[in-house]
Each structure stands twice: as structure tokens, then as C-alpha cells.
T-cell receptor, first 112, second 113 residues
Framework: IAGITQAPTSQILAAGRRMTLRCTQDMRHNAMYWYRQDLGLGLRLIHYSNTAGTTGKGEVPDGYSVSRANTDDFPLTLASAVPSQTSVYFCASSEVESNEQFFGPGTRLTVL | LAKTTQPISMDSYEGQEVNITCSHN???????ITWYQQFPSQGPRFIIQ???TKVTNEVASLFIPADRKSSTLSLPRVSLSDTAVYYC??????????????FGTGTQLKVEL
């Protein structure tokens, strides 16, 4: 692995179902982030983690949860998906105290 | 985080220099100015960052006047592959933590032949 990866690439999900988006980085960055990007809009921060074992809420955290059991992985879970969560989800990582974030390729999620 | 204002879109031709200006009137003393580039169906990519005066790297230059209330991203001799959305962000480096960046809607740059 080189950089940051996300899985799945895309997913169609029925409303009410549970879904976990995976994110893994091999750069040993302490900080990781989840953003969503809706069509024609900028990115909005969902949750972030400054280091393994800690997480924080971003701008739009409702309906999402995260965990950070180790440095490399930062999964995002939708407990009960709703159509308004249809979006492209980007995971990112950075060194602590850096504004240079490295982004994954994104997961395109459609909730019907 | 300070709010930023930048043009919604810009058009240019190959070989020209493109300057994208961003306003950030409420920038705080500790804030840095960071620019990202995003191609369709990809995540954003860091381009350049600065605090004051001028910063240059292999991709772009960033000009910041003394009052720091605006900044200009300069792309020399653009090509078709520079067609992308460019985001201007202003934010503080968080001591001991990751930085929560705020992305606006960005500037859609379209480069034509």
C-alpha cells in the first residue's frame, strides 16, 4: 500500500441498512479525517481523529460514527443509512499540526 | 476559522498564467493560507501553503500582501491538465492535533486550447 486507500470504491445501499466505509493509511500519520462532498459543493468534515484512541466531531457528524483502534485505520459507520447520506466520502490523513492533508480516492455511496 | 471568498469559475487558455485571488478579511494572526486542487472523481491535493509574502514551489506561487487579507495563487503556463477546482483555505495549525480544514466551493478553472 502506498498512501491512503478506501473501500469500497462505490456502493448502493438500501435505506435503513448499516454500512462501514474503510480507510487505511501507511504513512504513519497521527491525524485522520472523514469528509463528505455533495454534488457541486466543497468538502464538509464529518469526524476526525488526532491520534489513535481519540476522535472528534466535525461540521456534520449526525448519523455517522468513527473509531480509531490503531494508527493506520479509521472506519466510518452509518448505523442506519438515509437517502440524504448519498454522497462521495473522502478519507484523509496528515501529520499532526500540518495543513497538508493526503486524501484517498473516495467512496461513492448511494442510499435508496 | 476565517471565511474565504474566491471566484466561482475562471477560464484560460493553454500557455497563459492564471491568477486566482482569495479574500480572507478576518484572517487571524496564527492562520496559514493553504491551497488545494481537486480533479473530477479524485480527492483534493495539497498545492501550496504560506503565511506572508511569497512562496514558490514546483507547481505554483502564492502571493500574500502585508495585510494578509487576501492571497493570490499563480499558476504559470497552464495546460489542459490544470483544469480543476482550486480551494483556498485559511486555518490555524492546531497544537498537538490534526487541523480541521474548511473547504468552500472553490474556483472551477477551465483551460482550453
Amino acid at each position: 500500500i502506498a498512501g491512503i486507500t478506501q473501500a469500497p470504491t462505490s456502493q448502493i445501499l438500501a435505506a435503513g441498512r448499516r454500512m462501514t466505509l474503510r480507510c487505511t493509511q501507511d504513512m504513519r500519520h497521527n491525524a485522520m479525517y472523514w469528509y463528505r462532498q455533495d454534488l457541486g459543493l466543497g468538502l464538509r468534515l464529518i469526524h476526525y481523529s488526532n491520534t489513535a484512541g481519540t476522535t472528534g466531531k466535525g461540521e456534520v457528524p449526525d448519523g455517522y460514527s468513527v473509531s480509531r483502534a490503531n494508527t493506520d485505520d479509521f472506519p466510518l459507520t452509518l448505523a442506519s443509512a438515509v437517502p440524504s447520506q448519498t454522497s462521495v466520502y473522502f478519507c484523509a490523513s496528515s501529520e499532526v499540526e500540518s495543513n497538508e492533508q493526503f486524501f484517498g480516492p473516495g467512496t461513492r455511496l448511494t442510499v435508496l | 476559522l476565517a471565511k474565504t471568498t474566491q471566484p466561482i469559475s475562471m477560464d484560460s487558455y493553454e500557455g497563459q498564467e492564471v491568477n486566482i485571488t482569495c479574500s480572507h478579511n478576518n484572517i487571524a494572526t496564527n492562520d496559514y493560507i493553504t491551497w488545494y486542487q481537486q480533479f473530477p472523481s479524485q480527492g483534493p491535493r495539497f498545492i501550496i501553503q504560506g503565511y506572508k509574502t511569497k512562496v514558490t514551489n514546483e507547481v505554483a506561487s502564492l502571493f500574500i500582501p502585508a495585510d494578509r487579507k487576501s492571497s493570490t495563487l499563480s499558476l504559470p503556463r497552464v495546460s489542459l491538465s490544470d483544469t480543476a477546482v482550486y480551494y483556498c483555505l485559511v486555518g490555524d495549525r492546531v497544537t498537538g492535533g490534526g487541523n480541521k480544514l474548511t473547504f468552500g466551493t472553490g474556483t472551477q478553472l477551465k483551460v482550453e486550447l
